[in-house]
T-cell receptor, first 113, second 114 residues
Framework: SQTIHQWPATLVQPVGSPLSLECTVE??????LYWYRQAAGRGLQLLFY??????ISSEVPQNLSASRPQDRQFILSSKKLLLSDSGFYLC????????????FGDGTRLSIL | GDSVTQMEGPVTLSEEAFLTINCTYT??????LFWYVQYPGEGLQLLLK?????DKGSNKGFEATYRKETTSFHLEKGSVQVSDSAVYFC?????????????FGKGTKLTVNP
């Protein structure tokens, strides 16, 4: 069966520090991969998605970036965090065929001080 | 563009009450429709899905029917439990190739009291 792992589960970082969140998927190949952010009390905002290694599409302009160095690995990064980057970050994957749902990881709660 | 509108809540019910969370959508063609549930402090879990008109998705006592004529996908449960307390998201995937991004509603928080 397929599983998705995100880490860390919780992170507290000072303003201006770098960020690296990692997501890996097991038990499938060539998945679509997604990064979402959920601000407190709000819905989900799609940040990035990837349909293959090295292929990243950005949905909103921001100081975050994403990379996909391997087929089942998706990394969310920042060189300098802002206070507004606080939130709950969720990684998701889906099979690359029609009508398939996305499956989410357990999320990373990021607090910026 | 494609969008999902769901009742904002919060919704507070007593145990064993009937639940309806309304969801309507705007999309070109025939999207796939989903309900996700998020328990406190956790990620999203797929609750049920429907991929074509008149399909009924069901899971854990929850049901939703894909109504093309009313562009709706309302979530229902006949008798809620305290453990159903969570935030529920309605979502669609446009029937297009490529990224197959999910378009989410804003979520409805449900609290079930004993």
């Amino acid at each position: 069966s397929q599983t998705i792992h995100q880490w860390p589960a919780t992170l507290v970082q000072p303003v201006g520090s770098p960020l690296s969140l990692e997501c890996t998927v097991e038990g499938t190949s060539n998945p679509n991969l997604y990064w979402y952010r959920q601000a407190a009390g709000r819905g989900l905002q799609l940040l990035f998605y990837s349909v293959g290694i090295g292929q990243i599409s950005s949905e909103v302009p921001q100081n975050l970036s994403a990379s996909r160095p391997q087929d089942r690995q998706f990394i969310l990064s920042s060189k300098k965090l802002l206070l507004s980057d606080s939130g709950f970050y969720l990684c998701a994957w889906k099979k690359r065929s029609e009508n398939q749902p996305q499956h989410f990881g357990d999320g990373t709660r990021l607090s910026i001080l | 563009g494609d969008s999902v509108t769901q009742m904002e809540g919060p919704v507070t019910l007593s145990e064993e009450a009937f639940l309806t969370i309304n969801c309507t959508y705007t999309a070109t063609g025939y999207p796939s429709l989903f309900w996700y549930v998020q328990y406190p402090g956790e990620g999203l879990q797929l609750l049920l899905k429907a991929t074509k008109a008149d399909d009924k998705g069901s899971n854990k006592g929850f049901e939703a029917t894909y109504r093309k004529e009313t562009t709706s996908f309302h979530l229902e449960k006949g008798s809620v439990q305290v453990s159903d307390s969570a935030v529920y998201f309605c979502a669609l995937t446009p029937r297009q190739g490529g990224s197959e991004k999910l378009v989410f509603g804003k979520g409805t928080k449900l609290t079930v009291n004993p």
